[in-house]
């Protein structure tokens, strides 16, 4: 089993910061690509940021330059640091991480996801 655990939501006020982790633990052969998403209520889900294995990265055109994207892959861990935050930043931000396992002597690859953290911008 895999598991995506999320940390480091919360409540900031505009243009303050805070930093996301996400740590993939268990049967983990090699994570390819790691990413954030998020999803504000009443929208769909929507892509943040990605960061490949290489340390090759994507944003969202509405975060470049404030927010970035990081991993520590001796951890298995994403960070998402998100500077000049605005009130429409608020969201559920979701961890999504590509990654390859065995299953049966074979290596095959998934996706998951993080439980989901609560990051609310007041203005």
């Known amino acids: 089993q895999v598991q995506l655990v999320e940390s480091g939501g919360g409540l900031v006020q505009a243009g303050g910061s805070l930093r996301l982790s996400c740590a993939a633990s268990g049967s983990i052969f090699s994570i390819n690509a790691m990413g954030w998403y998020r999803q504000a209520p009443g929208k769909q889900r929507e892509l943040v940021a990605t960061?490949?294995?290489?340390?090759?990265?994507n944003y969202a055109d509405s975060v470049k330059g404030r927010f970035t994207i990081s991993r520590d892959n001796a951890k298995n861990t994403v960070y998402l640091q998100m500077n000049s935050l605005k009130p429409e930043d608020t969201a559920v931000y979701y961890c999504n991480t590509n990654l390859l396992k065995w299953e049966l002597a074979v290596l095959k690859q998934y996706d998951y996801w993080g439980q989901g953290t609560q990051v609310t911008v007041s203005s």
């Open positions: 960061i490949a294995s290489t340390g090759s990265t």
